[in-house]
């Protein structure tokens, strides 16, 4: 039996990177699968991929910023696999045009905010009443380690993370009587594709890097905490910003 035999797990953004890796994992822990993505393509590939190793995984498109698009990619979830028991919000991420807050555009302030912080909220606000009347869940949320290890330069990226991280702990403590369990990882640099490719194939240039003295960390490494937070593992923790980043937050 697997770690989530029996659960039903959305993975927002599971198309590539971090939520990839952590849906083909959540499939081998035994879960029912809706990944929910912009990318049809990626998606669909994906879920291919999941069924014929024998998983249970249906694809989703959806856009994370629009509460419609939000809400019809859930109800197409929940009719192909059922409703939430976990929640994997990996939408998200920075963006070359970020740094600091003196001269980075201010477009990119909102398309981050809009992408992390209003895309988790409306993930969140699909699933919560469907958790509370079925007597509980889990919710993960992706924040990250520049929260924590005062990285200079992606500014506006750092300040839509702690607002995840504050989101994070206040729903944890509001849905704690409806046993719906709530925390966030805060990885460090983790080399998906999109961050090899925004470092030019070199991660250890960026600031946060450098404070990683395990190295960076593989997709792979963040799945498996992933897992952890969203199982009955981890049944008597919530409200936690878990750092999955070699170090780089506790010096
Ligand atoms: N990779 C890192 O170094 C790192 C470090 C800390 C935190 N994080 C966080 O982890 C999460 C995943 O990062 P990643 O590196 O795996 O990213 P990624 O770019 O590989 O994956 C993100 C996925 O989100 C999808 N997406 C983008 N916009 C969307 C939208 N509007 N609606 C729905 N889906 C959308 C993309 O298509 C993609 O499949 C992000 O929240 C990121 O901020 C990443």
């Not at 046993?179 to 990882?185: D, H, T």
């Not at 594709?193 to 395990?214: A, H, M, N, T, Y």
């Amino acid at each position: 039996m697997g770690r989530l035999t029996g659960k039903t797990a959305y993975i927002t953004g599971g198309a590539s990177g971090i939520g990839r890796s952590a849906a083909q994992l959540f499939a081998r822990e035994g879960a029912r699968l809706c990944v929910l993505d912009l990318s049809e393509d990626a998606g669909n590939v994906l879920v291919a991929d999941i069924r014929r190793n024998g998983g249970d995984a249906v694809f989703a498109v959806a856009d994370i910023t629009s509460e419609d698009s939000v809400t019809a990619a859930f109800e197409k979830g929940h009719g192909a696999v059922g409703s939430t028991d976990i929640l994997l919000n990996c939408a998200g991420g920075s963006s070359v045009r970020d740094g600091s807050i003196v001269d980075a555009p201010i477009e990119e302030l909102w398309r981050v905010m809009q992408l992390d912080v209003l895309g988790t909220i409306l993930a969140c606000r699909a699933v919560i009443p469907a958790m509370v009347e079925k007597g509980g869940g889990s919710i993960v949320n992706m924040s990250s380690s520049v929260t924590m290890a005062s990285v200079p330069g992606i500014d506006f990226y750092t300040a839509a993370k702690g607002a995840v991280s504050s989101l994070t702990r206040t729903l944890a403590a509001q849905h704690a009587a409806s046993r719906i369990r709530v925390n966030a990882l805060a990885p460090g640099v983790t080399m998906t594709e999109r961050v090899l490719q925004i470092s030019g194939g070199d991660v250890s240039r960026f600031p946060l890097s450098q404070k990683q003295r395990l190295g960076p960390a593989l997709p792979e490494q963040v799945a498996a905490a992933a897992l952890f937070l969203a199982s009955d593992d981890a049944a008597m923790v919530t409200g936690v910003i878990l750092p999955v980043d070699g170090g780089a937050s506790s010096w």
